[in-house]
């Protein structure tokens, strides 16, 4: 089944600065690719997501790449603000028996100091 | 966006009971139900796959005895808790896709159980 890696598991940056966070992913056949946000105690929010047809998406200061060939996407968040905080969850689509389900990579969390 | 609803957010219960957590897609038909659970500090991790009309297709290591899962409607998925013990206390997420669309999952509120 599809097994999905995230990096890093924390990540501290300055308010302003930018933040990166990787995933891989196993299975070839995946074509769905998002990226969550989850604070304390609340449910994971979507906060972008790329499908295999595009190589890049972007949506104000978030942007998403993918890499097919190498089997890894990336999350960028330029000028971060401390609201940015948060755990950031990717994911990708594992076919099982016809029905699609997400697996989740470790999580990263984000602290942005004011 | 399409909305789930996850009853009760918050549960406390003794060691033995059982505890049932509801999920509903308030605006939407959804044909398959997820449901994760979330260790503190930890990922989402997919427990089963909820079908309407059929049954549940469970994950590697997570005993359908323990986890009942009904999906008696296309809004509506129930996960009971069978005699609870302490270890399984946790936050139980849903999650659910329109089944018109591919892709976007929405995700109920969660439920916080705590057995004692």
């Known amino acids: 089944g599809e097994n999905v890696e995230q990096h890093p598991s924390t990540l501290s940056v300055q308010e302003g600065d930018s933040a990166v966070i990787k995933c891989t992913y196993s299975?070839?056949?995946?074509?769905?690719f998002p990226w969550y946000k989850q604070e304390l105690g609340k449910r994971p929010q979507l906060i972008i997501d790329i499908r295999s047809n595009v190589g890049e998406k972007k949506d104000q200061r978030i942007a998403v790449t993918l890499n097919k060939t190498a089997k890894h996407f990336s999350l960028h968040i330029t000028e971060t603000q401390p609201e940015d905080s948060a755990v950031y969850f990717c994911?990708?689509?594992?076919?099982?028996?016809?029905?699609?389900?997400?697996?989740f990579g470790t999580g990263t969390r984000l602290l942005v100091s004011p | 966006g399409a909305v789930v609803s996850q009853h009760p957010s918050w549960v406390i219960c003794k060691s033995g009971t059982s505890v049932k957590i509801e999920c509903r897609s308030l605006d939407f038909q959804a044909t398959t139900m997820f449901w994760y659970r979330q260790f503190p500090k930890q990922s989402l991790m997919l427990m089963a796959t909820s079908n309407e009309g059929s049954k549940a297709t469970y994950e590697q290591g997570v005993e359908k005895d323990k986890f009942l899962i009904n999906h008696a409607s296309l809004t509506l998925s129930t996960l009971t808790v069978t005699s609870a013990h302490p270890e399984d206390s946790s936050f139980y997420i849903c999650s659910a896709r329109d089944r018109g669309s591919v892709g976007e999952l929405f995700f109920g509120e969660g439920s916080r159980l705590t057995v004692l």
């Open positions: 994911a990708a689509v594992g076919w099982n028996t016809g029905f699609q389900k997400l697996v």
């Open positions: 299975d070839s056949a995946s074509n769905y």
